[in-house]
């Protein structure tokens, strides 16, 4: 069955840590995005790539890096954790119409 | 400054009745416009769309209706069931086939049996 698998479910990190976000997709997109949301709030783009190899900036990309080293992976990289960046990020994929996202069941991300 | 803007922010409705799910957006530019289901501890899903060349859209017991002119849309719930309590978003994009969307802050409904 096609689907997005993203890991960890949730991880605790502390200030200025590094953390790697992984989204791994079975569903033979090419585009792929990510997206946080904030308790009580709607989603909001971070990145997004279209090919492999490539990532392009999404409308808050700053603090976050990302990695598309294969059609299927997609990583988010936050290389200096900070409190702000306590949220839910929401990984997901489409066909390159991109008239339906198709998202994971998420990453509970909490900075200490 | 909010571009899309969703009311209410909560909504109770008894089983069997129409619910009512309001959306309106600042840019003109934008021209499709997905709402997504999300239910707790689950990603959103795609629910319905419409773009901007029309003005209703049907699918069961879920119909979208957009009027272009005041920039406003609504998703209504006919015959509600309490599989349908979830948060609603409302999103929308300024091409359809690039996958980048604006998100509302969401409505959550319950249905009461």
């Known amino acids: 069955e096609a689907a997005v698998t993203q890991s960890p479910r949730s991880k605790v990190a502390v200030t200025g840590g590094k953390v790697t976000l992984s989204c791994h997709q079975t569903?033979?997109?090419?585009?792929m995005y990510w997206y946080r949301q904030d308790t009580g709030h709607g989603l909001r783009l971070i990145h997004y790539?279209?090919?492999?190899?490539?990532?392009e900036k999404g409308d808050i990309p700053d603090g976050y890096k990302a990695s598309r080293p294969s059609q299927e992976n997609f990583s988010l990289i936050l290389e200096l954790a900070s409190l702000s960046q306590t949220a839910v990020y929401f990984c997901?994929?489409?066909?390159?119409?991109?008239?339906?996202?198709?998202f994971g069941s998420g990453t509970r991300l909490t900075v200490l | 400054q909010q571009q899309v803007r969703q009311s209410p922010q909560s909504l109770t409705v008894w089983e069997g009745e129409t619910a009512i799910l309001n959306c309106s957006y600042e840019?003109?530019?934008?021209?499709?416009f997905p709402w997504y289901q999300q239910f707790p501890g689950e990603g959103p899903a795609l629910l319905i769309s419409?773009?901007?060349?029309?003005d209703k859209k049907e699918d069961g017991r879920f119909t979208i209706f957009f009027n272009k002119r005041e920039k406003k849309l609504s998703l209504h719930i006919t015959d509600s069931q309490p599989g349908d309590s979830a948060t609603y978003f409302c999103?929308?994009?300024?091409?359809?086939?690039?996958?980048?969307?604006?998100f509302g802050d969401g409505t959550v409904l319950t249905v009461k049996p």
């Open positions: 569903n033979n997109h090419d585009y």
């Open positions: 840019d003109s530019t934008f021209n499709y």
């Open positions: 997901a994929s489409s066909d390159e119409l991109a008239e339906t996202l198709y």
């Open positions: 790539s279209y090919v492999a190899d490539s990532t």
């Open positions: 419409i773009s901007s060349v029309s």
């Open positions: 999103a929308a994009s300024r091409n359809t086939n690039t996958g980048k969307l604006t």
